[in-house]
T-cell receptor, first 114, second 109 residues
Framework: EPEVTQTPSHQVTQMGQEVILRCVPI?????FYWYRQILGQKVEFLVS????????KSEIFDDQFSVERPDGSNFTLKIRSTKLEDSAMYFC????????????FGAGTRLSVL | AQRVTQPEKLLSVFKGAPVELKCNYS??????LFWYVQYSRQRLQLLLR??SRESIKGFTADLNKGETSFHLKKPFAQEEDSAMYYC???????????FGQGTTLQVKP
């Protein structure tokens, strides 16, 4: 069964550094999402992406964040200048067809900002 | 405001006992509701969605619009049901999922 793939599984970085989290969605999917989960808290929506542009973003998704689908297969989340509070599990998800379809999640990237 | 509430952080039952994981939601309009499950060291995966009205792994969930609830039930818990369970709804026009806090289900032998 096809899966959403995320790399790396764990990323450690120094505060102020840029990080790029990578995702390969399922190949025929059209809608892409990033979520994050701070330890002990709920999974929170960050951004949705469709037709090569952001369709919605949350308040968390400020100017430090950006997303890109550079080559038709990868879907990346960039954090320009990481803060301690960016430490979290980041999940990528994708879905086919309509927005009401099932979202398939990657295994997540654990980001640790020191 | 769109919100999902799961009041229990932890639910601990013995094998064979009935299970009910509570979920309440706040949403104007007709919600699309889901239960996602995360087994230890595995990814989030869909357990069931309200429009399919099916039973998966013995679990069912009924949407009660009057009580704005979507509780997850299973008549006889199994040890392999131990996992984190998240109730979620689709909010807005872009398909974003709004999650509850999650409930850890622990089934003891």
């Amino acid at each position: 069964e096809p899966e959403v793939t995320q790399t790396p599984s764990h990323q450690v970085t120094q505060m102020g550094q840029e990080v790029i989290l990578r995702c390969v969605p399922i190949s025929n999917h059209l809608y892409f999402y990033w979520y994050r989960q701070i330890l002990g808290q709920k999974v929170e929506f960050l951004v949705s992406f469709y037709n090569n542009e952001i369709s919605e973003k949350s308040e968390i998704f400020d100017d430090q964040f950006s997303v890109e689908r550079p080559d038709g297969s990868n879907f990346t989340l960039k954090i320009r200048s990481t803060k301690l509070e960016d430490s979290a599990m980041y999940f990528c998800a994708s879905t086919s067809g309509t927005i009401k379809n099932i979202q398939y999640f990657g295994a997540g990237t654990r980001l640790s900002v020191l | 405001a769109q919100r999902v509430t799961q009041p229990e952080k932890l639910l601990s039952v013995f094998k064979g006992a009935p299970v009910e994981l509570k979920c309440n939601y706040s949403y104007s309009g007709s919600p699309e509701l889901f239960w996602y499950v995360q087994y230890s060291r595995q990814r989030l995966q869909l357990l069931l969605r309200h429009i399919s009205r099916e039973s998966i792994k013995g679990f069912t969930a009924d949407l009660n619009k009057g009580e704005t609830s979507f509780h997850l039930k299973k008549p006889f818990a199994q040890e392999e049901d131990s996992a984190m369970y998240y109730c979620a709804l689709i909010g807005g026009n872009t398909g974003k999922l709004i999650f509850g806090q999650g409930t850890t289900l622990q089934v003891k032998p």
